[in-house]
């Protein structure tokens, strides 16, 4: 199985938080599960802690990799398809990288991992 982070759900898995739903958890430590981290999820971290919305113990550039690394998640880069199926996405979610997440997990045949509602609304599967 493959299975798509959600930029909370990475965020959240890495640090050790909590908020990660069981069920979540369960699919990321499957070792029969191929855990994907988009490069969405980079841009949109990189913005954030640069926007100071959001705090990392490291600058993003060496957080990102370093966790990628550590949690053995396998990156996902963005392509042209992607960029345009998240372009022509209904309006149900406005933040751009969510509408890629989805964009991404339609075209590539994956649930994502999340815990937001308004994703769920899309014709994706998700996990939470």
Do not use: N
Not at 32 to 45: D, G, K, M, P
Not at 49 to 61: D, F, H, I, K, T
Not at 91 to 97: G, K, Q, Y
């Amino acid at each position: 199985m493959r299975a798509l982070l959600d930029t909370h759900a990475f965020l959240w898995w890495t640090s050790g938080d909590s908020r990660i739903s069981d069920r979540a958890r369960a699919v990321i430590e499957d070792p029969e599960t191929t855990v994907l981290f988009s490069a969405a999820s980079a841009w949109e971290i990189a913005i954030k802690v640069a926007l100071g919305r959001l705090e990392l113990p490291q600058p993003p550039e060496r957080y990102v990799p370093d966790r990628i690394r550590r949690h053995r998640l396998s990156v996902l880069e963005v392509g042209l398809a992607h960029a345009l199926r998240a372009g022509g996405l209904p309006e149900i979610h406005a933040d751009p990288f969510d509408r890629l997440l989805v964009a991404q997990a339609q075209l590539e045949a994956v649930p994502i991992l999340t815990a937001d509602p308004a994703i769920a609304r899309y014709e994706v599967d998700t996990v939470w």
